[in-house]
């Protein structure tokens, strides 16, 4: 081969090599070097809005306060049970709105109360466990404060009947209840109230005939 027609060659095989990389690999260099920025980004945003939640109770002036013991007796006049009640509940530090009006909160509650029943009809006593969390909402504006409350939970019974008229399939039991009450005292130690309690099985098992109690309670805050 000429001579020339090497170094003609060689010229091209050069000038080939020394081309520009293409747009495409450029952008997508460019996109490599903003993913570092985005990843420190998402990890502040997640944690100033962790922290704005957190500081929500703090925000309204809400603290963890002290526990509570209750002790109440309900009556099912249609299943003839009577049961007597003791309970522990515990703020649980959320709470939304006015702590100097209106107000919603979250409480804890634990349970165990003694089922009598005077059933002429082969009649049986049980235990009842439980736990739930309690909405409250209350107008704190005076030393005595009105609310309203709200629960739903789980049950453990330690049996499946208080008679044999009153057949409740399952020692698993759900309970729901609305309520009222008072809070008075100058630091609201002393509360008394009413609920409308209801447990049944949801369904699980038939026969699900329920019960149904009226429930009054005194309170004293520690």
């Known amino acids: 081969m000429p001579r020339q027609d090497q170094e003609a060659r060689q010229d091209r095989h050069a000038s080939c090599c020394d081309l520009p990389p293409a747009p495409a690999a450029r952008t997508r260099h460019r996109r490599h070097r903003q993913r570092p920025f985005a990843a420190r980004l ?60 209106w107000l919603v909160d979250l409480q804890w509650e634990v349970n165990i109360a003694r089922w009598n029943s005077s059933s002429d009809n082969n009649p049986h006593d049980l235990w009842e466990f439980g736990a739930s969390p309690v909405v409250r909402i209350g107008w704190w504006k005076h030393a005595w404060a009105p609310f309203l409350e709200l629960s739903v939970g789980p049950r453990l019974l330690t049996g499946t009947r208080t008679s044999d008229d009153h057949v409740i399939s399952t020692a698993f039991q759900f309970s729901e209840y609305a309520g009222l009450g008072v809070t008075v005292g100058s630091d609201r130690r002393f509360t008394a109230g009413y609920r409308f309690q209801h447990l049944s099985n949801a369904g699980i098992k038939e026969p699900n005939p329920g019960t149904t109690f009226h429930v009054i309670y005194l309170r004293y805050r520690f």
Request: glycine share 10%; aromatic share 8%.
């Open 42 to 101: 998402m990890p502040l945003v997640v944690r100033h809005a962790a922290a704005s939640l957190l500081a929500l109770p703090l925000c309204l002036g809400i603290s963890h306060a002290a526990p509570a013991v209750q002790l109440g007796y309900g009556f099912d006049e249609t299943h003839h049970v009577q049961k007597a009640e003791v309970a522990m509940l515990w703020d649980s530090g959320f709470a939304w709105g006015n702590p100097q009006g």
